[in-house]
């Protein structure tokens, strides 16, 4: 926090030039400042407690110079903050405590990879799962086929009973494998659902 103002070596002078002119400042108010100006800094700091103590003698002796003249140029000087050392107790405990952090959130990325089971082309037990699952695939392709094209077959054949015409025997044949068609695929569907379910 700001306590003290940098000032040019005109404050002096122009202090100096003023106490000519008939006026004088108080022996301990002098000695305060020349304290100030006499120290090994290369720019001389004044307390703002001493600009307030020469402010109030100012205005009440009646100066022809005031405070602001004086303080033209100068800048606000804020001491640097030294910061407290830390704890090494403290320090040692805060490592500890990122370093688990930081091995749990370690654990919980990697906790679905297996290096045992990383390989650059797979195992045979990878391959023998793809090979059941597109088998599977296959012969559930050619099952809702076979079931279609035989409803198709099965209706055609028993609507030649029914209608005289073969453009309606289609039709009702066409009907017929479409409603089991979509049959099948609710079948298919909610079959797929359960194995997705026990995953």
Known sequence: ????????????????????????????????????????????????SLLRKLHRFLRKEGFPVYLHELLEGAEIFTPEVKLPERNPELVARLEKIKAKL?????????????????NRHGTLGDLARQVRSVKALVVTIFNFMVTVGAAFACAYLGSQYIFTEP???VVSAVIVASVVGLAELYVLVRMMEGELGEM
């Open 1 to 48: 926090m700001a306590c003290a103002l940098q000032v040019r070596d005109g404050f002096l002078q122009q202090l100096g030039l003023a106490m000519k002119e008939g006026h004088s400042l108080p022996v301990d108010l002098h000695s305060e400042l020349q304290s100030c100006f006499t120290g090994t800094k290369p720019t001389p700091t004044v307390p703002f």
């Open 102 to 118: 930081a091995n749990e959130e370690y654990r919980r990325i990697t906790k679905n990879v297996n290096c045992q089971q990383i």
């Open 167 to 169: 453009a309606a025997c």
